[in-house]
């Protein structure tokens, strides 16, 4: 995914697209995580008046262990971002709990 994701942003221009409107984001990621930080990282750059991004992952996932938590977490946290007010909820479901998003 991440390759489609380089060949996409080769054809389109992004350098003028900006999300002007756009204040609270919400993803669920059921499959493979690191194709959505990519999605993350450009949303955070293109949205000045975002308040709050929420990311959970784990539904439909193997269970992360917590280096890999953690990573995702650090990640998430040294972002640039567009909105200095950008809040950053990352939420992971253990498979053995009910979903409550």
Excluded: W
């Excluded at 909105?83 to 998003?101: G, I, K």
């Amino acid at each position: 995914m991440a390759v489609e994701l380089q060949q996409i942003s080769k054809v389109f221009d992004y350098s003028n697209c900006y999300f002007n409107q756009l204040q609270d984001v919400k993803i669920t990621v059921t499959t493979s995580y690191k194709p959505a930080l990519d999605l993350i990282r450009f949303v955070f750059a293109r949205s000045p008046t975002l308040k709050i991004l929420t990311f959970r992952v784990g539904h439909g996932l193997n269970q992360l262990d917590a280096s890999v938590l953690l990573s995702i977490s650090c990640d998430l946290l040294q972002m640039d971002r567009a909105s200095p007010r950008a809040e950053v909820r990352f939420l992971y479901d253990d498979l053995q709990r009910p979903n409550l998003f």
